[in-house]
Structures are given as structure tokens and as C-alpha cells.
């Protein structure tokens, strides 16, 4: 049974808070390095450096120490929402909390950016504020739930297994709860492991995996072996399927349930046996694609992936929702790009 790092309550905001601050104290409980690295990739503006510096004779007004250990003052507030429900008035009072911090950043945190018209409003009042309370302003940063959790992505590597699993969960938290708008699937291709079963999958369009393995939401997936991604299919319909004494029992997630589709189920199940797989009686998770095309799409390290991961077609293409290639050439593509 997989194990969760965050609890799942549906539309609970002080729960959504919980959750973002417990992937945040995750990280830096895990590296700091990587923490900061975070902030100042999300947050701080490059002049700001939030860790604690260690310098040599560093000159003061009357004197020059040896040596010196200081960390700037540095103080976030976090308003988190389950949409963009965010008020000026709140905001403002929120200022106070502040205290005597030499660096203040206000943290608004939903599923979708502020309404443009909305944040001008309150960053006009905002900039009212910085001048009545000089020097140190209080920066504004407006992000989503997808971002954050994209920044950590970006800071963590493949090797850091424990916080990639922290990652993951926190992503299935967010699909789970509706703080990431599936409708950026789109733009996503999930990598799986298929050594074994790689021609079975290839040959009937149809990938199956353990339904404890954390999900989160994509429009593509790609089948790893061998140091490279060497099909690639869009997802045209998940279903969840295990056997009872009634037969096999079908739950749809998405797409269709055909005839064709039950067949291939009970195929695949047959075909599990073969590798020591029980798709008998432990509940899998069936992803159908329109067809599964041949790529190329390297791993440039020769250390082999541990597991699936998330690539953003959008970012490695090029391409927008609307410029998106369909997936023959997405598979061309791919054979000229690399990745670590």
C-alpha cells in the first residue's frame, strides 16, 4: 500500500496550506541548499542571496574581522486559496505581520494566477504602503500550486529519491483536491519502465501499472527501455480492472470502456502471468493510447532512471497548446533531443 505524505481532503483551504508548507519544510529539512535554491528560483529576485555567507576579512566601518557568519533577515507570509478568491482588504492586513524583517515577500497562492485587474489593484495599494514604510518594501509574488511544485521539481535531481516521491505525492494531492487544472495535461508525457512487457504494450496500445503508484495527470506516455524512450502514444482512456468472482470488474477514469478494450484487459492480464505479474486479484490501472509510435528520446547519464517521470513537451518542442505537433511527429522529434 503506497504510503501519503499529505492528507486528502477535498476543497479544504487550511489543508492546501498545510500541505504546500509541509512540501516546503520537506525540502529544506532535506537540503537547505535546495530550499534556498527554491526561493530564489521562485521567489527572490537574484540580489537577494537568503543563505547564511561566509566571508574573510570582510571590512566594517572601524575594523576587518577574520571572519564573519551572517544570514540576511528574511520574513514570507503565505496566503494560499482554492481559487482566485483573493481580497485587497485581506491582503492589506495581512502587511502587519511583517514585523521589524529586512526582506518581506507576501506569497498568494492558488490553482490559477490572480485576475489581472484584481492584482493591479492591490499592488497600487501596495505600492502606497512601501512608501509610507521605507526601506524595506514588502515584494508581491502571485504564483499557482503547478508552478511551485514545478520549482521543486527543478531544484531536486533524479537521485533524490525520497524528495521525489514527497514531489509526487504532492502532485497527486493537488490533482486529487483540484488545485492543478488537469486541463494542463496537455502538455505532459509520462515516462514508464517497460523492459519486459515493451512489445506487448507496443503491439496492443495498452500500458499497465499498480494503482499505489502515485498518477498525475497527462495527455502522453512513453515507454522507457534501454537507455531510451522508444514508443510514445496518446492517452485516449484509463481504466481500473481486477478480477472478483463475478469476473473482471471495470471502473472507467477516463475515455471509453469498448469490447475491444475488456479484451485487451484480459490479454494483458494472461500476458502478466508470463513475468511472475498478478493482475489477477491486485487492482491495475490501464492506459489505452491511439497507438503507440517508435522514438529515440536518449538518456544522455548512464544512470538508469528508478522510476517514472514527468517531461513538459511544451518546454523540450517548443510548443504551445495550440502548436503542439500531433504524436507521430511528436515521436520524430524527440529523436533529436536528449535528456539526463
Known amino acids: 500500500m503506497k504510503i501519503h505524505y499529505f492528507q486528502r481532503y477535498h476543497a479544504k483551504e487550511n489543508v492546501a496550506t498545510a500541505n504546500t508548507m509541509l512540501l516546503l519544510s520537506r525540502l529544506y529539512s532535506y537540503s537547505p541548499d535546495k530550499f534556498f535554491r527554491l526561493l530564489k528560483t521562485e521567489f527572490f529576485p537574484e540580489k537577494f542571496e537568503p543563505e547564511i555567507q561566509f566571508k574573510i576579512q570582510e571590512k566594517s566601518v572601524e575594523s576587518i574581522p577574520d571572519a564573519t557568519i551572517t544570514q540576511e533577515g528574511f520574513k514570507l507570509v503565505v496566503e494560499t486559496k482554492m481559487s482566485d478568491w483573493f481580497y485587497s482588504d485581506q491582503l492589506m492586513r495581512h502587511l502587519e505581520a511583517f514585523g521589524e524583517a529586512k526582506n518581506k515577500f507576501l506569497i498568494t497562492i492558488a490553482p490559477e494566477l490572480m485576475d489581472e485587474t484584481k492584482k493591479k489593484d492591490f499592488e497600487q495599494l501596495l505600492e502606497k504602503y512601501n512608501e509610507e514604510h521605507k526601506p524595506w518594501p514588502v515584494l508581491h509574488i502571485n504564483t499557482t500550486f503547478e508552478k511551485l511544485a514545478n520549482a521543486f521539481g527543478e531544484v531536486i535531481e533524479e537521485r533524490d529519491y525520497e524528495m521525489q516521491d514527497v514531489l509526487e505525492d504532492y502532485l497527486e494531492y493537488c490533482y486529487h483536491d483540484g488545485l492543478i487544472p ?3 495535461s496537455w502538455k505532459y508525457m509520462r515516462m514508464q519502465l517497460a523492459g519486459t512487457t515493451l512489445e506487448f504494450n507496443a503491439r496492443s496500445g495498452v500500458y499497465y501499472d499498480n494503482i499505489d503508484r502515485s498518477f498525475r495527470a497527462h495527455d502522453y506516455l512513453g515507454l522507457y527501455s534501454n537507455k531510451t524512450v522508444r514508443y510514445i502514444g496518446k492517452v485516449t482512456a484509463r481504466v481500473l480492472a481486477v478480477e472478483s468472482d463475478r469476473g473482471i470488474q471495470f ?3 477516463y475515455g471509453e470502456l469498448t469490447e475491444e478494450r475488456k479484451e485487451k484487459i484480459a490479454l494483458a492480464i494472461a500476458d502478466g502471468d508470463n513475468y511472475g505479474y498478478n493482475l489477477h486479484t491486485e487492482k491495475h490501472r490501464y492506459f489505452f493510447v491511439d497507438q503507440f509510435y517508435e522514438t529515440d528520446f536518449k538518456k544522455s ?18 510548443a504551445d497548446r495550440d502548436t503542439m505537433p500531433d504524436t507521430a511527429e511528436i515521436a520524430e522529434r524527440l529523436r533529436k533531443e536528449i535528456w539526463t
Open 182 to 184: 488537469v486541463s494542463d
Open 301 to 318: 547519464t548512464s544512470r538508469a532512471p528508478m522510476g517514472s517521470r514527468i517531461f513538459d513537451l511544451s518546454q523540450i518542442l517548443g
Open 251 to 253: 471502473e472507467i477514469e
